[in-house]
């Protein structure tokens, strides 16, 4: 079938160009977060894009039941079943920085609401992917970046997963926390190469 052939391909260029989008480092979030911390919307996806690690699909449709208890308080773990793998992710635990935002932005929202939802959205539904990396890239644009054409959503998913990687060379972890089904995948998405594989070969003697 010609059309399930064209989807495919199309499918396999897109996710070869989030393979090589940059995430996000420490000091880039924290000043983001200054950015934001008055914008709702904004700090809500900042935090909870950075604690969770979830693709783009699955982070707007979250909903307040999601992170919140109906008796308001706020959820310290999130558990999210994945619409591309149908698999559940582990209970991520929610920073500080999440919790505070939930408090602060969604206290008193109804349980059955979207989080994302656009300030002009009157149909209820939560904002496209296509605005979620506009406002990625207009928070680095903010920071002062010229050249933002390698940074997206995935940016955002992959940030946490690439410190811990860093700190802990840890790849089967990394895997289990994006809930992706290989090293492999999970090497590939993190940019891990044979190079930097040797580099670790080399830091360690027996």
């Known amino acids: 079938n010609v059309k399930k052939l064209i989807k495919r391909y199309y499918l396999y ?5 989030n393979m090589g989008k940059k995430p996000l480092s420490e000091k880039q979030i924290k ?3 200054k950015l934001v911390e008055a914008k709702p919307l904004h700090s809500l996806l900042l935090n909870l894009s950075v604690d969770l690690m979830l693709r783009g699909s699955d982070l707007l449709n979250l909903k307040v039941s999601d992170v919140m208890n109906e008796s308001g308080s706020v959820k ?3 558990k999210v079943r994945q619409k591309k793998t ?6 991520l635990p929610l920073s500080k920085n999440s919790m505070d935002a939930i408090k602060k932005h969604l206290s008193g929202k109804p349980q ?3 989080i994302f939802k656009g300030q002009k959205s009157y149909t209820g539904k939560p904002i496209s992917i296509i605005q979620y990396s506009r406002i990625v890239k207009g928070w680095l644009t903010d920071l002062g970046y010229e050249d933002v054409s390698q940074y997206s959503t995935h940016s955002m998913r992959k940030s946490k997963a690439s410190l811990i990687y860093e700190k802990t060379k840890n790849v089967d972890a990394v ?10 995948a999970t090497s590939a998405y993190l940019g891990v190469t044979d190079e930097s594989a040797l580099d670790l070969a080399r830091q360690y003697n027996m």
């Open 31 to 33: 000043s983001i977060r």
């Open 13 to 17: 260029i897109i996710w070869r160009l």
């Open 175 to 184: 895997r289990r926390l994006l809930g992706q089904s290989s090293v492999t």
């Open 86 to 91: 149908k698999k559940t992710t582990l209970s």
């Open 76 to 78: 310290k773990e999130v």
């Open 112 to 114: 059955e609401d979207f």
